[in-house]
């Protein structure tokens, strides 16, 4: 079946150092891929996604690339800061649009820990 | 605040009760969706509505029940409760059924077994 596999935290990081989040997935047909972010005592709120092969996702200075020669959808960010401390998921969604459905498979999540 | 809203927030409860967990979709979103959140399974998707029908099921167990109602919220049924069943449980919601609009999350229900 379908899965996400992202690397293993926590991530402990300085203020204003380069994010590298690891994810790959495996998946039958072509997926939505997404990055959602937990933060303390709050629900998931949608980080960036991307829908086909090479598309590019990006938010609050977050990106992440569909690649699926890899079958990666790595989570990068420039410069991070304390306020990014959380708990970081990747996704993938299985569906069917017309009368159909929508599941979204999570990896283990990882927790990035940002320090000033 | 994603504008879905859960119900309660925490829940204490024994092992071999049942527990009944709320849920109202943002406005006039249509999908409805409950995921659990455990230490051991991770985020593992339970079972979507859409419109008052089910339209897919994932691991949830035969103690689990959900439905969705004409006003479009949902409630999640568990009953014979364990101590396994100690997790945070999310529902989600979305404009359609099939994927083309993201999933918004509600802050969780806090469910534990004494």
């Known amino acids: 079946g379908n899965s996400v596999t992202q690397m293993e935290g926590p991530v402990t990081l300085s203020e204003e150092a380069f994010l590298t989040i690891n994810c790959t997935y495996t998946?039958?047909?072509?997926?939505?891929l997404f990055w959602y972010v937990q933060y303390p005592g709050e629900g998931l709120q949608l980080l960036l996604k991307?829908?086909?092969?090479?598309d590019k996702g990006s938010n609050k200075g977050f990106e992440a690339t569909y690649r699926k020669e890899t079958t990666s959808f790595h989570l990068e960010k420039g410069s991070v800061q304390v306020s990014d401390s959380a708990v970081y998921f990747c996704a993938l969604n299985e569906n069917r649009f017309s009368g159909g459905y929508n599941k979204l498979i999570f990896g283990a999540g990882t927790r990035l820990a940002v320090h000033p | 605040d994603s504008g879905v809203t859960q119900t309660p927030k925490h829940l204490i409860t024994a092992t071999g009760q049942r527990v009944t967990l709320r849920c109202s979709p943002r406005s006039g979103d249509l999908s409805v969706y409950w995921y659990q959140q455990s230490l051991d399974q991770g985020l593992q998707f339970l079972i979507q509505y859409y419109n008052g029908e089910e339209r897919a099921k994932g691991n949830i167990l035969e103690r689990f029940s959900a439905q969705q109602f004409p006003d479009l919220h949902s409630e999640l049924n568990l009953s014979s409760l364990e101590l396994g069943d100690s997790a945070l449980y999310f529902c989600a919601s979305s404009v359609d059924e099939g994927g083309r609009a993201p999933q918004h999350f509600g802050d969780g229900t806090r469910l534990s077994i004494l």
């Open positions: 991307a829908t086909k092969a090479d």
């Open positions: 998946a039958t047909g072509y997926p939505s």
